[in-house]
């Protein structure tokens, strides 16, 4: 009768299955009535059992995961607190590398402006150079030609020597000459 296409209650089916009178079934369906509301507490009290434990799981799962929460947020603020001392550290030597920057710059200026003032001396050296090369030059040119006329001079001095030699060899002859007529004057007389 259960599997039939007819639904027929439980008083009726005890009644017509088994027999029973009504004072019977009706005690076997209030206890059988018992039982399904004894079953039904019984799943209901499992329920909120299960949902209690669920809770009590769920508010340790959250308190374990605030803990994780707390402890990451711990981490990442030391991080924070690293990154700024990092930070800190980096500007301070990046001012630092500025002002080395700023004094090499500086440098470098100075070292221009030297460079662009020996440049200058440089030009001036060099002008002075060209300028004493020329004057060198002229001086050599002027040697050269006081050694030309000093050889010419020589040479004229040595003619002049010769001749003052010869004259002076002419003139002693001429008074060797002058004395031996005299004497010959003298003897003749």
Do not use: W
Request: with cysteine; proline share 1%.
């Amino acid at each position: 009768m259960i599997f039939s296409n007819k639904t027929v209650s439980p008083l009726n089916y005890c009644q017509y299955e088994y027999h029973m009178t009504n004072g019977c079934s009706y005690t076997i369906a209030a206890f059988s009535m018992m039982i399904c509301v004894f079953f039904y507490r019984i799943a209901e009290i499992k329920t909120q059992s299960r949902v209690q434990e669920m809770s009590e799981s769920i508010n340790d799962l959250m308190m374990e995961h605030e803990e994780e929460l707390n402890i990451e947020r711990r981490r990442i603020s030391a991080h924070c607190l690293k990154l700024k001392m990092q930070k800190r550290d980096y500007m301070a030597q990046m001012g630092s590398l500025q002002r080395k920057l700023r004094e090499q710059q500086e440098l470098v200026k100075s070292l221009n402006s030297k460079i662009g003032l020996s440049e200058e001396n440089v030009k001036q050296l060099s002008d002075k150079l060209i300028r004493s090369t020329q004057i060198i030059k002229q001086k050599d040119e002027l040697i050269e030609s006081l050694k030309s006329q000093l050889n010419i001079y020589e040479s004229k001095e040595e003619e002049r020597e010769k001749i003052s030699d010869i004259v002076q060899s002419v003139e002693f002859e001429v008074e060797e000459d002058k004395e031996n007529s005299i004497l010959k004057n003298e003897r003749n007389n």
